[in-house]
């Protein structure tokens, strides 16, 4: 109903409407922005609703016929959906004098690969075996610290690496439901699931589909599945009895333990990512700590540090990343660049953003901490499968209680 209503409203919006208000403060009366942004201002400029916008059809914003042009890829004076997207989304960073000075000489890595436009940072930690480092490092060095770190091989003895293989997921949890996304993430454009068979999908459907059908199936973990994975218990070592507030305080946890462990890492959420063939993210960061193993296929990985390169980065959202505090965050946020062929002439800022950059492999895990920005790039051909979890930013390893009942540490470990 509401909808339906939105779409009435945007249907009465005048021409002399626009000429009046000024084209943002239209967009903020009808609420349009964030994810829906291109939806909603295409309903709001397309007077011959023929869901394209016709040159002739912009009152407001005044927009040069250089930037009409450049969106026009096939320069017929109509920007197709697909065409109007980024048009809309990069209207306040298009800098027409600038690009049209760079355009003869694009900057390093103009319309190529998220990570073309300079080399990695090569400071990015790799552990190798089983326990390579204490449960109070891991806590202290890293997850207090806001630094990511992948480790190999780590995950090689749990039953999901040595089992979940599409015969083996298909006769033993065929009949559990799936929650399917397209396999390559669009966010805010809706005509990017017309391909897919379905929303949700039973495995062994999505399975005999999955070569040949764009779905991508990503859902909370199912319990019977579960089972199979193996959690790192050195995520476990988190306190049930307090956390931090937003005063960097500690306060008692508003989710104590059911069974009063003292311990035991209160999970947000364990998810389930199986596909076939080539999927990709955009580039977003999430609000929570991520812990993220694979068990098939393989994975390339582009980290950027949010705090550092908050200000060279163009939000879809705005408002949610605190800069101050990213404790407080909002919400999570993204990134609307294409990172199969990145705008440099757009996206000018990117040309100052280092970041890190490896490959992730069966059996590996990779801790990401919360409001980290990062891309993730499916590379191989073959069938992928994860397991990842998430957490409260504010939880804290509880040092005082794993010193006083030492006989819980060897269950505190990264071994798995």
């Not at 760079?102 to 552990?127: C, V, W, Y």
Request: hydrophobic residues 35%.
């Amino acid at each position: 109903m509401k909808n339906r209503i939105f779409l009435l409203q945007l249907n009465l919006a005048s021409a002399f409407e626009l000429w009046v208000l000024d084209f943002d403060d239209a967009l903020k009366k009808y609420g349009i922005g964030g994810d829906n942004l291109p939806r909603g201002a295409l309903q709001l400029l397309d007077a011959n609703r023929n869901g394209a916008l016709d040159r002739g059809e912009i009152v407001k914003p005044k927009i040069p016929e250089f930037q009409f042009k450049y969106y026009d890829t096939n320069d017929d004076d109509v920007l197709q959906y697909e065409e109007f997207i980024p048009f809309i989304r990069e209207r306040r960073i298009f800098d027409v004098a600038r690009i049209k000075k760079e355009m003869e000489n694009p900057p390093k890595g103009h319309l190529q690969p998220l990570g073309s436009h300079r080399d990695a940072e090569t400071d990015f930690k790799i552990f190798d075996g089983r326990n390579p480092i204490s449960p109070e490092d891991f806590w202290r060095d890293y997850i207090e610290q806001h630094r990511p770190a992948m480790f190999r091989g780590v995950d090689v003895h749990s039953k999901a690496y040595q089992q979940w293989n599409d015969k083996y997921l298909m006769y033993n949890y065929g009949d559990i439901a799936l929650k399917v996304e397209p396999k390559i993430e669009s966010r805010g454009n809706e005509t990017a699931y017309k391909s897919m068979p379905a929303h949700r999908i039973l495995l062994k459907d999505f399975i005999k589909s999955m070569k040949t059908h764009n779905q991508y199936a990503v859902s909370i973990l199912p319990q019977k599945l579960a089972w199979d994975v193996t959690v790192p218990p050195a995520l476990l070592c988190g306190s049930r009895l307090k956390l931090k507030n937003s005063e960097d305080e500690e306060v008692p946890h508003p989710y104590p333990h059911p069974f009063e462990y003292k311990w035991m890492t209160h999970f947000l959420e364990a998810d389930f990512w199986l596909a076939h063939g080539r999927t990709r993210s955009q580039l977003h960061y999430d609000k929570e700590h991520n812990f993220n193993c694979l068990y098939r296929g393989t994975k390339k990985w582009i980290l950027i540090d949010t705090r550092k390169h908050h200000k060279d980065i163009e939000w879809v959202r705005g408002g949610r990343y605190s800069s101050e505090d990213d404790l407080m965050n909002a919400g999570t946020d993204w990134v609307a660049l294409d990172p199969d062929r990145v705008d440099m002439l757009v996206y000018s800022k990117l040309k100052n953003v280092t970041f890190h950059e490896f490959t992730q492999n069966a059996g590996d895990c990779v801790y990401l901490p919360y409001s980290y920005l990062h891309y993730v790039n499916k590379t191989d051909e073959g069938m992928q499968v994860a397991a990842s979890y998430m957490w409260e930013p504010k939880t804290i390893f509880d040092a005082v209680f794993n010193q006083k009942l030492k006989k819980y540490m060897k269950k505190c470990q990264i071994v798995f």
